[in-house]
């Protein structure tokens, strides 16, 4: 159990530039300013663009890394790569001292293709590849960062990702880094596209694969063969059937099964020898492990046929998945959601207040119109100022109440 004195030490200091900040520039309701200056705005949007120039698709994401390190050393950031492959690495930024109590994250990969940044004057519209998942979250955590520097900044770490939008390994990697800064942080800030409100939770993920496997033949002589692709539609029929009937909340609605990817065979005339199915499913309840027993439960007598007939199907999980995530949106002055879409908020270890919030919409994202607005980039800054000074004054009252009552 840790030490109420050294607890309370180690707050102190941060206590007392979050009260003095609080109480000569931004006040406990509305902090101010309400819009950045022109030198903020033109900060903000110069990195916005470098982001979104450089392509970044998963996997692919050493070139906007290596420009990333670059720019954060040039503002007196330490900065470290942690590579875990080839040409992939997280980037790890703070001030003075390695073990901050705050982390502001987002992620650097983006989905394909890629699409060029563009700015429209006229209309303010900001879009291209990552414009809004998740380079909009970054450039505005950074600029936002940068407002604190007399304030929170010496207890502020940055953590920019890889691998998010295709399972989540960068920040897997970084949990499990044997030279992660410890002690584990107090308040974790993520960055995705929230509409500028703060996310009170998502769904979990189920990633798997159907594989089916059969006898290829010709097709004028089927019985001679054992269709894959027969086997794989069967199944997806019972899959069908079972979306309807699993687990919903009423804070997440329905858990929802999409087939994503589809394909068997190898022509027209031939009966198919392999077929496949990658199929994702957001859960509104249950676990991963509650819901593949009802995936394996559907699908048992598909199976056991095949194998009558000489073929087999086989389920592959693609990732461990995870439940629904709660996550903390008692912040004053902030409108609420939740959301569908996954984020490495679950895969960041540890015991800390978790937050997300970003600027743009979900709606957009993975789209070839992805777009926002400046002024929701303008105002995502202002809002994670508010977002890490409110947090942080929270976060140092309930361990201050926690020592009064005797549990710290």
Known sequence: MANPATIILRFLPILALALTSIATTLPPSIPKPTSLDPHTSKQLLHLHRKLVEIESI?????HVGDWLVSYLKDLDYNVEKQEFAP???NILAYGKKRETTILVSSHIDTVPPY??????KTSDIIGGRGSVDAKGSVAAQIIAVQGLRKHLFDDISLLFV???EQGGDGMRNFSSWGKRPSPAYDIAIFGEPTEGKLVCGHKGMLGFALKATGKA?????PWLGVSANDILVEALGALLKLREHLPWSEKYGNTTMNFGRIQGGVAANVVAETASANIAT?????TPALVTGLIVNALKNIKARAQQQGGDLDIELLSEGYAPVDIDCDIEGFETLTVNYGT???LLTGEHKRYLYGPGSIFVAHSDHEALKRSELEDAVLDYRRLIIKASEMRMKERQMLVEQGEL
């Open 282 to 286: 957001r859960l509104a309840a249950g």
């Open 115 to 120: 699409w060029p940044y563009y700015y429209n």
């Open 87 to 89: 040409k992939r690495f």
């Open 344 to 346: 490495d908020v679950p």
């Open 162 to 164: 890889v691998g998010e």
């Open 217 to 221: 033949a010709h097709s004028g002589y």
């Open 58 to 62: 998963t996997h692919d994401e050493k």
